[in-house]
């Protein structure tokens, strides 16, 4: 085992310098990181570079594209490597609700079948693509208003999700605004902030604010149903 190889494999390390350590051994292999943006980097080549499993290469292309809070999360609950390879391997949307129920899935002994068996057990829910394909268009254009009047910046809430809001229901979201979305309306549901269900959207979009109720009826019983396991 090298150098690199043992520093990159060792869980004792904090991720976000593991992370950093991995970038800088990129760059002096010769590649420019946003090869890894592109998705033009060889995960074998890099993985005999370096003497690390293809897969943790992946892994690590992977962490270097998150959002820094995601990074932050998975580093303050300091996951070993197969963890984060497992979470790195769901759609983003997804491991929303993995993240909403980690300190669950930790108890367990065997965390990676833990959430494996979350997954098929939330197959059933509402996922955020479709409650925004059935939403009115203005429904989201009036967050964004209401957002702005009651000047509320908490969190995934923020004044930049005002913005953001308001452009999904002109455009067609795309899976990073869809995956902002869904943190926004777990957020506003566990913080009672009462946002989404507000009593003007209870009023004038009383269609609407029945299928957000649906969504996180959907999130809310997944989560439950887990508690009680």
């Known amino acids: 085992m090298t150098k690199a190889s043992k520093y ?40 005999k570079a370096l003497n690390i499993p293809p897969q943790v290469v992946s892994t690590y292309f992977e962490l270097y594209l998150l959002n820094d809070g995601e990074l932050e999360l998975i580093k303050e609950k300091n996951l070993d490597m197969g963890i984060i ?23 367990s002994d065997y965390p990676v079948s833990e959430i494996v068996d979350f997954l098929n057990e939330e197959e059933w829910r509402m996922s955020i693509e479709e409650l925004y394909e059935s939403v009115s268009s203005s429904y989201w254009k009036k967050i964004a208003s209401y957002l702005k009047d009651s000047d509320i ?32 309306i777990f957020y506003d549901e566990d913080q009672s902030l009462g946002v989404f269900r507000a009593k003007t ?6 269609e609407d604010v029945k299928k957000i109720e649906k969504f996180l009826e959907d999130y809310n019983k997944l989560r439950k149903d887990k508690n009680r396991e």
């Open 8 to 47: 990159l494999l060792d869980d004792e390390k904090p991720i976000d310098k593991r992370l950093d350590y991995f970038i800088d051994k990129i760059d002096e292999l010769g590649y420019k990181t946003e090869a890894i943006s592109m998705g033009t980097l060889d995960d074998y080549i890099i993985s």
């Open 85 to 107: 390879r497992t979470l790195m391997l769901i759609d983003p949307s997804r491991r929303n609700l993995i993240y909403a129920n980690l300190d669950e899935i930790l108890e």
């Open 153 to 184: 910046n908490k969190g995934p809430i923020n004044k930049n999700f005002r913005g953001m809001v308001f452009k999904i229901g002109k455009y067609k979201a795309s899976p990073k605004q869809l995956n902002w979305l869904e943190k926004a």
């Open 201 to 206: 959207f209870q009023e004038n979009y009383p």
